[in-house]
């Protein structure tokens, strides 16, 4: 008998029919004699209803009240869930983050998970029940509802099989594993059977919506068996041919990885690049610039700063285009004059596109070979970052598709393995 935990998104929790099916498949395993903790998002589309209805009372809702708004989806979907359990004859129990412990910073909007009572959890198992949890959601250490943003399902789900010890965390989405990039974009990408953690975290981190990064962080840091398969698939189909479908996240590289120089591409449509002109270049400059941003809870990702002319320099960093005008308000607020900078520029129209594969380590010429096959696209190149595992770069948005496409067939990431 194995403690597995299982994640369903949005998507399986899209009507009461795709719930019956999740009731279905969770039961299929309890009757194979596992232990089933279950982690559900909202139904789709239920969370955008619900902040769209705060602001409509207010344009700037207050964070705590909107996380308190925004955690009732995954509430009504964990009861939904425990009846449809039940309804099969099975012991079914639901929990809020709050119920069960999920101790968060007070971060509203985006918290961090701090630390997991999993004791409750633990007494209803050992009873035989299916413990159904309410996923994106913890409290704070005065009872205050948090919750985790976007994608905090995941997190929640691998956090918990964290605590619990779990034998393995099963990812459930609209899609049936990782693929070497969007099929949406690139027709011929490839389902990957399995992909590093290195590999993962990077994909997540460069625009990958199959997992949340921060899910894939803790599945690292806590050594979590973790797979992503399809919730859309028959819910009674075997459980080796299950436990066949997805994609593995490894813990290590095997000799058949060793042979792709390059995994996947990712990219990110939600990019901005601010540039702050005409800045001394001196030592703690950037602190300077990149401090207030910080404070202001900012992200910043890829960061460039130009050769030096009779002491100027040009800085230029991106972040989340969600949080482009609050960055170009510090900016031009704290920052500007107190560095007696030029100008501040912005461009909210540009995308990142990724190469990633561990083969990259053993294998030269990657990025030359990736810049000459943009070149001959005619598509230019705005900023550049590389890792041990992959190679970044920023363009107009315009070009996102044709990069993706012209790359994936450069690398014959088209082609069998």
């Known amino acids: 008998m194995a403690l597995i935990v299982h994640k369903y998104g949005g998507t399986s929790m899209g009507s009461p029919e795709r719930i019956k099916n999740v009731a279905r498949r969770v039961a299929k395993w309890k009757s194979a004699g596992h232990q089933l903790v279950v982690v559900v998002s909202a139904m789709s589309g239920e969370t955008n209803r619900l902040l769209d209805l705060a602001k409509s009372i207010s344009s700037s809702p207050n964070p705590r009240e909107l996380d308190v708004i925004a955690s009732t989806g995954e509430q009504v979907a964990m009861g939904l869930l425990a009846m449809a359990i039940s309804e099969l004859g099975l012991k079914a129990r639901s929990y809020t983050g709050a119920q069960v412990r999920i101790l968060t910073d007070n971060a509203y909007n985006k918290a961090r998970i701090q630390s997991i009572d999993e004791s409750r959890i633990r007494s209803d198992l050992d009873e035989g029940m299916v413990v159904v949890v309410a996923g994106f959601q ?34 459930y989405t609209d899609v049936d594993g990782v693929y070497t990039t969007d099929p949406r974009v690139v027709p011929e990408a490839r389902r990957l059977h399995a992909v590093t953690f290195e590999e993962m975290l990077e994909m997540a981190s460069l625009g990958s919506k199959v997992l949340q990064i921060r899910s894939v962080e803790f599945a690292g840091k806590y050594k979590v068996p973790l797979r992503v398969l399809s919730s859309l698939t028959d819910p009674l189909m075997s459980l080796e041919e299950e436990a066949k479908s997805g994609t593995l996240i490894t813990f290590e590289e095997d000799s058949k990885m060793e042979q792709a120089i390059i995994s996947g591409i990712a990219f990110n449509r939600d990019e901005a690049k601010i540039t ?112 041990e595992i992959k190679i970044s770069v920023v363009i107009d948005e315009k070009y996102m598709e044709l990069a993706v496409r012209t790359l994936h067939k450069a690398f014959d990431l088209d082609q069998p393995v």
């Open 138 to 171: 913890g409290v704070d250490e005065r009872g205050n509802i948090t919750t985790l943003g976007r994608g905090g399902s995941d997190t929640s789900a691998v956090a918990l099989a964290a605590a619990l010890k779990a034998d393995e965390c099963l990812i």
């Open 276 to 387: 702050v002109m005409g800045v001394p270049d001196r030592p703690g400059i950037a602190y300077t610039i990149l401090g207030p941003i910080g404070d202001a809870n900012i992200d910043v990702d890829m960061i460039i700063q130009n050769a030096s002319v009779d002491g100027m320099t040009d800085f230029s960093f991106t972040v989340h285009r969600n949080e482009y005008q609050q960055a170009l308000d510090v900016l031009n607020n704290q920052v500007k004059a107190h560095i007696k900078a030029t100008d501040i520029r912005g461009d909210n129209r540009i995308c990142k596109v990724s190469l990633v594969g561990v083969g990259m380590r053993t294998h030269a010429g990657i990025a030359s070979k990736m810049f000459r096959t943009l070149s001959e696209e005619g598509i230019n190149i705005l900023m550049i970052s590389t890792s």
